[in-house]
């Protein structure tokens, strides 16, 4: 794609997926819905899944080789949801091909990749993102805004709780989310998000980990036998923050598992020294003064699910996220307010590499 035509969006945004996974019920569908937005061709390592998919949504192309849907002429945006391993790669060649991208969490297998893609994209006049989506959700916004508004104080302490009983269930077939090799696992998958949530709210980074991982289903399904699970399916850290406008000394505490039932939970809390902030999956807000007996809610739009996805807090997210990029890429904008960039990604991939090498030695690392 030309240059000049980057610099000269036309008002309607081409869109190439990568992956007909977690896309098929949450990217796909939001794009769809974005006016100004056109799926232009689907690609998945299935040639079936692609082709269906792209009847689904009414894209003119699919194919199984995912250079074609970067390099066809039509697309604009490459949307990458795809195993971590294959990020770099990805990235690289879109960037090469002067494609604007929003990559899948994490950005990358570790963070040596992650500082190439994003100097790569520094050097390119593109749109270069990464979906840490729950940053779009108005509650968090509006949390955002609170804690800037002083309204908690200082914080002192962030607490996070994520756990889904699903991977919890031994049938479920071994494939890449059971494979460290291709960069599966509630770490990369989960606690990026965590990661991410805090340097956000906070305005600053971690400065220490100390990681403990676990795999409790250590086997799983495969072909005609069981196949062993090399990734964590349990992924906890204690943090410490950077001291900065709104931390002073502040300590954090993260709880995830993929495997605890019974009910789906995904919550952020920031304890300061004036009250308390709490953040439930799907923006739900509550606060609480010192000396409050409980919670009071806080009345926020918490946003629309996208229809036959799971309601855990992320499509609601992302149908909010996506017309934001289109209307940005029209407007020949490079710039989203709150969207993850690169830079992000990056300092989210330190703080996994520094927690893989805190559970690897039972220390904690600084960062």
């Known amino acids: 794609m030309p240059a000049d035509r980057i610099e000269n969006m036309s008002n309607k945004v081409g869109i190439g997926v990568i992956g007909t996974g977690f896309a098929r019920k949450v ?51 490459v949307c990458m949801t795809t195993p971590p391993n294959l990020h770099r790669e990805m990235v690289l060649f879109a960037l090469d091909n002067q494609r604007h991208i929003i990559a899948e969490k994490p950005m990358a297998m570790n963070a040596a990749e992650a500082e190439e893609m994003k100097q790569a994209a520094d050097d390119t006049n593109v749109l270069a993102l990464i979906d840490h989506e729950l940053r779009f959700q108005p509650g968090r916004q509006r949390a955002y805004a609170m804690i800037r508004d002083g309204q908690i104080g200082r914080i002192r302490h962030a607490k996070y709780n994520f756990r889904a009983p699903h991977r919890g269930d031994g049938s479920l077939p071994w494939n890449w989310w059971s494979d460290v090799e291709q960069g599966g696992g509630a770490l990369g998958a989960i606690n990026s998000h965590i990661i991410d949530s805090f340097n956000w709210f906070l305005g600053n980074e971690i400065s220490s980990v100390f990681c403990q991982l676990q795999t409790h289903v250590k086997r799983r399904p495969f072909e005609d036998g069981l196949r062993e699970v090399t990734t964590d399916d349990e992924a906890n850290m204690i943090v410490r923050f950077a001291d900065g406008e709104l931390t002073d000394d502040a300590t954090g505490l993260v709880s995830v598992s993929m495997v605890e039932q019974p009910e789906y939970l995904n919550r952020i809390e920031f304890f300061g020294t004036e009250g308390a902030i709490r953040i439930d999956h799907r923006g739900e807000l509550f606060t609480g003064k010192n000396g409050d007996a409980e919670w009071t809610a806080i009345d926020v739009d918490l946003g629309s699910p996208i229809a036959g996805a799971a309601d855990t807090g992320f499509s609601r997210a992302f149908n909010l996220f996506a017309p934001r990029i289109i209307d940005a890429m029209i407007k020949g904008e490079n710039y989203i307010e709150h969207a993850a960039t690169f830079e992000d990604g990056l300092k989210v991939q330190r703080v996994l590499d520094a927690a893989r090498e805190s559970n690897a030695t039972g220390r904690m690392i600084m960062l």
């Not at 937005?37 to 894209?59: C, M, P, Q, T, Y």
Request: charge should be negative; hydrophobic fraction near 45%; glycine fraction near 6%.
């Open 27 to 77: 990217q796909l569908p939001a794009f769809a819905n974005c006016e100004g937005a056109e799926i232009v061709s689907i690609a998945s390592g299935s040639l079936a899944n692609a082709k269906s998919a792209a009847r689904e949504f009414d894209a003119e192309h699919f194919t199984a080789d995912w250079r074609e849907t970067v390099s066809h002429p039509g697309v604009d945006l």
